[in-house]
């Protein structure tokens, strides 16, 4: 349940905005006189995994290019996403522990890409991917299902990261170049360093990058100092070369190494609670990803637009614990192909484009704790997951007398196998359809707008760690035996048991919404967008860990009090659900003027006991207000975020309910600046202040608040020929 009190936090928006709303006034009469073309529409590949305008698409996605994530000066991939409507990010605010959710669902069931590359990495206490923003040349984030496209894990949608290339740096009149980045923020002490050099001669382009973060400690809203130390370098290589004018080949290696000084687990507050032993933990995450690609598309030829990419991705973290000493290792890697063809013919009224495609993936993971026997490490068993699958999309554009239709139905079939070494004959195994139909329209004598709809299935196939769990999950002190020499309680376990009987997650979701798309409304080439929808999501077997903490009744019989447990720790299919919600984005720019205004509401209800979801959050509205100073070369604007109060409600076994979780609303306002200076050819500054108010809050629950105030400046000097 939310309440909607938003009175402190409007007082806030409009003080930090009525600034820039008045200096956009008073300097409007002295913006050039300059008509420039109409405004590029921006365009989501990942949609339909062909091209098409992020306004014509039957649903909501989101795209940010490499500009719109400079301007933001981020440091985290959650600092690039912080706006996105229906993304958030719980386990932080430490960036080795952060989790995505889309729409409500978090996890396995948010599907990320980096080059087309899967990321797999799974871990009970860390993050789901480490990718640096410095390397990220667009984010697209499509929200809803996407399994009749991607199969498994996209139950709440897409996180597709395109790193960067040459075409982000070069000049129109350059064939190579180089640019020198440096910064730092003073919530963490955080210092950056980066270099990149690039070039595109004839028919190659290419680019080298590296990269160093060091940071330390993050200052907290609340006061408090949140242990973490981090050393972060990051590398990436890329090209590609046209073969011909058909053909073409590509590759990449993209590296991120950070050696962290924290809490055995990235997301608790502190740890053991004593202040040298929460250092003590230092982790050694890693993560290469290796992508090879072709492409063939003949221009004299419809029929072949073919794809095809080749990737491997290796994450792994290692914790070495002094105190002990012991070091664990989880390592994940994931091997994979993908291949797709879109061929485009026309039937009479009819403009279609059919696209075939599939792909096979395979996850392997190895765990390793040099202080067991047979060097295995509980909770993370080794194994392996293979999927297999292949789809087929029709998009298809219909005239009419009285408007356009945009239709694309399309569906998928996956197969897929698990098995592991510590159960031999229980392999698990299924398979899935996936579809989806699309729909939109917009009239004949209504240009301007745009009505659609859409009904998807999708999917998420059990993991390895939740089908074949196994070893320690925790201890707890016997309830009698006390031992003298130790002068301590003899501590007692409860223990992972496998399940390899589980079957996936499902998903059934509608989503109907409009928009519109107006030039010219205030100013000559300004343009006003807008998209809003309603969605509503029913999910049954979903996979939840069932701690049963109960001691064995053999804890309390003399003289042994043993043998003696303290229960076990199961994923099993149990949970069903509903989520709903409300998700828009508006969109406004001028020769002087950007705004973007984005709102989203998330309900969510588990229909077994009629408690809230755990992965809810509050109400939020997010504004971007920028004033352009083209005599200056000038940009600077305010960011504001608005969320409500929140509380999560849960069944307590008796027939009623209880408050489990409950977080004042909060805004939050920052405040950036760009500047190119005419007397330094190819400098950039960028500067900003983030939470001026220093405001104390909680995006989610993790029993920590957010950063405190952030003052952060980068320059960046470019040069080329």
């Not at 200052?219 to 130390?229: F, H, M, R």
């Not at 914790?319 to 000493?325: S, Y």
């Not at 994979?336 to 792909?359: C, K, P, V, W, Y």
Request: charged share 20%; glycine share 8%.
């Amino acid at each position: 349940m939310k309440s909607r009190s938003y009175s402190k936090s409007l007082g806030r928006f409009l003080l930090a905005s009525s600034v820039l709303s008045m200096s956009s006034i008073a300097i409007a009469e002295e913006a050039p006189d300059i008509i420039e073309e109409k405004r590029e529409d921006t365009v989501t590949v990942y949609g339909t995994t062909n091209p098409i305008h992020v306004f014509e698409y039957p649903g909501q996605v989101t795209v940010m290019d490499r500009k719109a994530i400079e301007d933001i000066v981020p440091s985290t991939i959650s600092d690039v996403l912080r706006d996105v409507p229906g993304v958030d990010f719980s386990g932080g605010p430490r960036r080795t522990g952060e989790l995505p959710s889309i729409r409500g669902l978090s996890g396995q069931n948010v599907l990320i890409l980096l080059d087309g590359a899967r990321q797999s990495f799974t871990s009970a206490h860390d993050g789901r991917f480490f990718v640096d923003p410095e390397l990220i040349g667009s984010a697209e984030i499509l929200k809803g299902p996407a399994s009749s496209l991607y199969g498994s894990g996209a139950v709440g949608g897409v996180l597709a990261f395109e790193s960067v290339n040459a075409d982000d740096f070069l000049a129109d009149d350059e064939v190579w170049g180089a640019r020198f980045r440096a910064g730092y923020q003073s919530v963490n002490e955080e210092s950056l360093a980066s270099l990149t050099t690039y070039t595109k001669q004839g028919n190659f382009d290419g680019l080298a990058s590296i990269g160093i973060r060091q940071s330390g400690d993050i200052k907290l809203g609340s006061g408090a100092d949140l242990p973490s130390d981090d050393e972060i370098t990051t590398a990436l290589l890329k090209g590609s070369f046209a073969i011909s004018n058909a053909l073409s080949l590509g590759g990449s290696w993209q590296r991120f190494s950070n050696t962290a000084i924290e809490p055995n687990n990235g997301q608790s507050i502190a740890g053991t609670g004593d202040s040298i032993l929460d250092q003590s933990v230092k982790k050694d995450i890693t993560t290469d990803t290796f992508r090879l690609s072709t492409d063939f598309a003949p221009s004299n030829n419809d029929w072949i637009n073919l794809g095809f990419t080749a990737y491997q991705t290796t994450s792994e973290v290692d914790e070495f614990d002094a105190t002990i000493p012991r070091t664990t290792i989880r390592e994940i890697e994931t091997t994979g192909f993908n291949i797709r063809n879109a061929s485009q013919f026309n039937l009479g009224m009819f403009e279609n484009t059919l696209t075939i495609g599939g792909d096979w993936y395979k996850d392997e993971q190895t765990g390793i704790d040099d202080q067991t026997d047979d060097s295995s490490r509980g909770g993370v068993p080794n194994g392996k997951s293979e999927f297999a699958g292949a789809f087929i999309q029709l998009e298809t554009v219909i005239g009419s007398p009285i408007g356009e239709v945009l239709l694309i139905p399309s569906v998928r079939y996956d197969s897929f196998e698990s098995s592991s070494s510590l159960a031999p004959n229980q392999n698990n195994s299924d398979n899935a359809v996936s579809p989806r139909i699309a729909a939109s329209f917009e009239p004949k004598k209504a240009d301007w707008l745009r009505v659609f709809g859409s009904y998807s299935e999708g999917f998420r196939a059990p993991s390895i760690n939740e089908l074949y769990l196994d070893g320690v999950h925790f201890s707890l002190p016997h309830p009698v035996l006390f031992d003298p020499a130790t002068f301590s309680f003899v501590f007692v376990s409860n223990n992972f048991t496998p399940n390899p009987d589980l079957v996936p997650e499902e998903t059934k979701t509608i989503e109907f919404g409009t928009g519109f798309d107006f030039t010219n409304v205030f100013s000559d080439n300004d343009r006003l967008q807008a998209k809003l929808s309603y969605f509503e999501t029913d999910a049954k077997n979903l996979i939840n860990l069932t701690v049963n903490a109960a001691p064995d009744a053999t804890c309390f019989v003399p003289p042994s009090f043993q043998p003696c447990t303290f229960g076990t720790s199961e994923s099993s299919n149990v949970d069903e659900a509903e989520l709903n919600g409300f998700e828009g984005e508006l969109q406004y720019d001028s020769d002087r003027l950007l705004a973007r205004i984005t709102y989203s509401n998330i309900e969510g209800t588990d229909k077994t006991t009629g408690s809230d979801l755990s992965s809810l959050t509050p109400d939020r509205i997010a504004l971007n207000l920028g004033l352009k100073m083209h005599e200056w070369n000038t940009i600077f604007g305010t960011r504001v975020q608005i969320a409500s109060d929140f509380q999560q409600r849960i069944f307590d076994g008796t027939g009623s309910f209880t408050i489990n979780d409950e977080r004042d609303g909060y805004s939050v306002v920052d405040l950036y600046a760009s500047w190119k200076p005419d007397f330094i050819d190819g400098l950039r500054l960028d500067a900003g202040i983030d939470n001026i108010f220093e405001e104390n809050y909680e995006r989610v629950f993790t029993g920590v608040s957010q950063p405190a105030r952030n003052f952060k400046i980068t320059a960046a000097w470019q040069f080329g020929q």
